[in-house]
């Protein structure tokens, strides 16, 4: 597939998602999606929106130190990312790390 300049930021985002596996996109119609994404992995629309939404809106209430206005907010980024990834491991896949 060709590259485009308007399409940096999705080849951006792309690249960060890469080394998690994900194989199927549900997006909009931005041209961006349908010039880079392989037509079988792409699904334009909101059928599957509201089940996304639920795991970030579990995501967020579940870990409180994402609301910055609590007393368990940390400015360290890796402590974020240590809390997140121990999270999305036991939420999603039962694993007690």
């Known amino acids: 597939m060709l590259s485009n300049h308007q399409d940096s ?3 951006e985002l792309q690249a960060l998602l890469e080394p998690f ?3 199927q996109f549900y997006t909009d119609d931005w041209g961006a999606y349908e ?3 392989d037509p079988t992995f792409h699904t334009v629309g ?3 929106t509201q089940k996304i939404e639920r795991k970030h809106l579990t995501l967020r209430i579940r870990i409180k130190r994402l609301a910055r206005k609590t007393i368990c907010f940390s400015k360290s980024i890796l402590i974020h990312d240590v809390v997140i990834g121990l999270f999305i491991n036991r939420y999603e896949f039962g694993l007690a790390v």
């Open 35 to 37: 010039r880079q994404l």
């Open 46 to 48: 909101k059928r599957h």
């Open 21 to 23: 596996g994900i194989m």
């Open 9 to 11: 930021a999705f080849l």
